[in-house]
């Protein structure tokens, strides 16, 4: 069964910035404005919700994503 979700945009608050990382911190996927498009945030290190990225985009998993890290010591 697929799942569907509505989408709302909501105000850069301390509120709602906590509320997309509580959804990222259980698995959950986050919609993110960046300049161009919307990105899809979750959690890198959780398998499932890296899957979930790859099964929401309908995106083969030979064509990678991008991990994002906050410095060179995340990436050792």
Request: hydrophobic share 45%; glycine share 6%; charged share 20%.
């Amino acid at each position: 069964m697929t799942e569907t979700t509505t989408l709302k945009t909501l105000l850069i608050t301390d509120e709602n910035i906590t509320a997309a990382a509580d959804i990222i911190k259980t698995g959950g996927l986050v919609a993110v404005p960046t300049e161009t498009v919307y990105g899809l945030a979750a959690n890198g290190l959780d398998a499932a919700a890296v899957e979930r990225i790859y099964t929401v985009k309908n995106r083969p998993e030979t064509n990678r994503i991008t991990l994002l890290i906050s410095g060179m010591a995340d990436a050792e």
